[in-house]
């Protein structure tokens, strides 16, 4: 696989172990410096009409008890 001398097999293992086994980073900041937040506000053409509205594929089914309780609200 690697043709690699002994003393270069070590540097790249104390490498490796250093990078899996070391210390975590210091604090990273949480989102990248250069990125910046987008800002982007969907804008209606004139005439055009709203979307359909979508239905969850994977309800939450009510309870017997809620069930009751909506249908007597009725």
Same mark, same amino acid.
């Not at 975590?24 to 989102?31: G, I, K, L, N, T």
């Not at 053409?45 to 909506?70: E, H, W």
């Given at each position: ?19 899996? !086994? ?6 990273? /900041?949480?989102?990248?410096?250069? $990125? @910046?937040?987008? %800002?982007?506000?969907?804008? #209606? ?5 709203? !979307? ?6 994977? /309800?939450?089914?009510?309870?017997? $008890? @809620?069930?009751? %309780?909506?249908?007597?609200? #009725?």
């Amino acid at each position: 696989m690697f043709q690699l001398t002994p003393e270069r097999l070590q540097r790249l293992l104390a490498l490796v172990d250093d990078v899996l !086994a070391g210390d975590p980073p210091e604090e990273a /900041p949480h989102h990248h410096p250069h $990125r @910046q937040p987008l %800002r982007w506000h969907h804008t #209606r053409r004139a005439g055009t009409i709203d !979307a359909r509205p979508a239905f969850c594929l994977s /309800p939450v089914r009510m309870s017997s $008890r @809620q069930r009751m %309780r909506d249908g007597v609200a #009725r």
